[in-house]
């Protein structure tokens, strides 16, 4: 069975601080892996999209990585903001799946100023 | 502006009711998907299509149904025979299957 998942579920950091959100898929045979935030009650705004052939992709402060061989993703946030407080979840688009994306159950974040 | 419009924001729903939730995407995108939320459980795909006139079951598609009569809309129907449908329900879009998906802004769905 195709699965995502990320952990720890939720974590709290103060301002300033780096660190990496992690997550972990089953079956190395992917399309493309995207990275999402989502803010209480509110959709997903996508944050970055890797694709099988990349190893990394970088937006401002943001940087994700995939290394398939592994079944591993990280998303990389450097001098985390209050702002930067929201649930992070991780997709994949697995080659075998006809355009559907499996997602993880997401990383809760906390950035205390 | 481009984007996912998804109307209404929220919806009440009584016992044996059937409602339909809207989703307009104006980007011109081939694909379009409907998620259901549940706290603790993450997304979980209901429906997809690829192309108009087109559409397949995702994993939780029971009590559920939807049609694809134009490039720009997907609505998403919830039936009398969904038991539990109260959830927050996201529709996603992508240009191609193997692109970024964009979402909009959500329905949330109780039944009173």
């Known amino acids: 069975k195709q699965e995502v998942t990320q952990i720890p579920a939720a974590l709290s950091v103060p301002e300033g601080e780096n660190l990496v959100l992690n997550c972990s898929f089953t079956?190395?045979?992917?399309?493309?892996l995207q990275w999402f935030r989502q803010d209480p009650g509110k959709g997903l705004t996508s944050l970055l999209l890797?694709?099988?052939?990349?190893r990394e992709q970088t937006s401002g402060r943001l940087n994700a990585s995939l290394d398939k061989s592994s079944g591993r993703s990280t998303l990389y946030i450097a001098a985390s903001q209050p702002g930067d407080s929201a649930t992070y979840l991780c997709a994949v688009l697995f080659s075998s799946n006809t355009g559907k994306l499996i997602f993880g159950q997401g990383t809760t974040l906390q950035v205390k100023p | 502006d481009g984007g996912i419009t998804q109307s209404p924001k929220y919806l009440f729903r009584k016992e044996g009711q059937n409602v339909t939730l809207s989703c307009e995407q104006n980007?011109?995108?081939?694909?379009m998907y409907w998620y259901r939320q549940d706290p603790g459980q993450g997304l979980r795909l209901i429906y997809y299509?690829?192309?108009?006139?087109?559409?397949q079951k995702g994993d939780i598609a029971e009590g559920y149904s939807v049609s694809r009569e134009k490039k720009e809309s997907f609505p998403l129907t919830v039936t009398s025979a969904q038991k539990n449908p109260t959830a927050f329900y996201l529709c996603?879009?992508?240009?191609?299957?193997?692109?970024?998906?964009?979402f909009g802004q959500g329905t949330r769905l109780t039944v009173v």
């Open positions: 079956d190395s045979a992917i399309y493309n």
């Open positions: 980007l011109n995108h081939d694909a």
């Open positions: 996603a879009s992508k240009r191609q299957k193997d692109t970024e998906a964009f």
């Open positions: 299509s690829q192309i108009v006139n087109d559409f």
């Open positions: 890797i694709q099988s052939s990349q």
